[in-house]
């Protein structure tokens, strides 16, 4: 009986300590994201949405220069959505800091349903 019992608790503790282990290396990953994360900006862009566009046709950053975007919504209920970038802005996340790593043209487009102009409300992100 006391032989179970300490095999049952052995196999109770390896159980816990890969349970652990697998723990700290998902930890491990998002400490790794969040430090990408935490760029501190060089320049500020304002993008500012109203009803089924954009304020400007197109916007320019410079590559290499950390730039914090700040997204703000005048009227109805917009998003903006690069996905080259991997940022997506809203309301509820209305600002990140992201470092422009390639040179070119990207397409933004309103990242949420917002009527019949949606398909319509795009702009331009320049990187030089």
Known sequence: MIRK???LCSI???????ACGSNTSNSDSANNAAAGSNLTAEEEL???ATNYSFDQPEYHLK?????KIIFENESGNHGILIPEMKLRLDAKNASQVVLPEEAGTFEMTCAI???SGHSGMTAKIIVE
Do not use: Y
């Open 46 to 48: 304002v993008i500012t």
């Open 5 to 7: 019992s300490a095999i």
């Open 12 to 18: 109770i503790f390896v159980l816990l300590l890969t």
């Open 113 to 115: 349903m917002c009527g």
């Open 63 to 67: 590559k290499g220069v950390p730039v």
